[in-house]
């Protein structure tokens, strides 16, 4: 019987950077609404020094809505090997815990750094269950990181929380 490999992975779960406010007149359809150009060059800044801790993603999963793609796009330009971005209907608000886990599993068995770029309070509560604490109380600041790893197939309730970073405390 073949034994089955099971490497260890690092997701890396990240709120969007700084957008504009909440404004029906300027953005009838919120997943319009755009970063503000501080937001970008704060969240450039903040992915640059990401980059220096060893966060290299090989694929970044981004919620479909504006601020989540170029937040995304942001950490993928400052990436060496220029990582895929996809798009990933299950990082929407009200993300499916579900759905982004299949996504990561099947991206697991080719990749070893993976990223998730979601919204509040979506990557509070799923970064909670990630660690096994879905009751635990996590708040991730607009441009937050986390870093979960996995040893073995990444799977709810497995992972182990290595750090948790405000954005301000990496762009500013």
């Known amino acids: 019987m073949k034994k089955l490999e099971c490497h260890s992975m690092e997701l890396f779960v990240i709120r969007h950077a700084w957008a504009g406010d909440r404004d029906d007149l300027q953005w009838p359809d919120d997943d319009l609404r755009p970063l503000t150009g501080s937001g970008q060059k ?8 990401l980059v220096e801790l060893g966060v290299a993603p090989e694929v970044v999963a981004t919620s479909p809505l504006l601020r989540c793609v170029q937040t995304a796009e942001i950490l993928a330009k400052n990436i060496p090997n220029n990582p895929e971005v996809v798009e990933l209907d299950a990082l929407r608000p009200g993300s499916d815990l579900q759905a ?4 990561t599993t099947q991206q697991a068995k080719l990749h070893q750094q993976l ?3 979601g919204h509040s309070p979506d990557v509070d509560r799923m970064t909670a269950a990630l660690i096994g604490g879905a009751d635990a109380l996590i708040r991730f600041a607009k441009g937050g990181v986390a870093a979960i790893r996995f040893d073995g197939p990444p799977e709810v309730g497995a992972g182990e929380l290595r750090w948790l ?3 301000k405390m990496i762009a500013d």
């Open 100 to 103: 982004a886990m299949l996504w």
């Open 42 to 49: 704060r969240f450039a800044k903040a992915a640059a020094t």
């Open 165 to 167: 970073i405000p954005g």
């Open 115 to 117: 990223a998730w770029v």
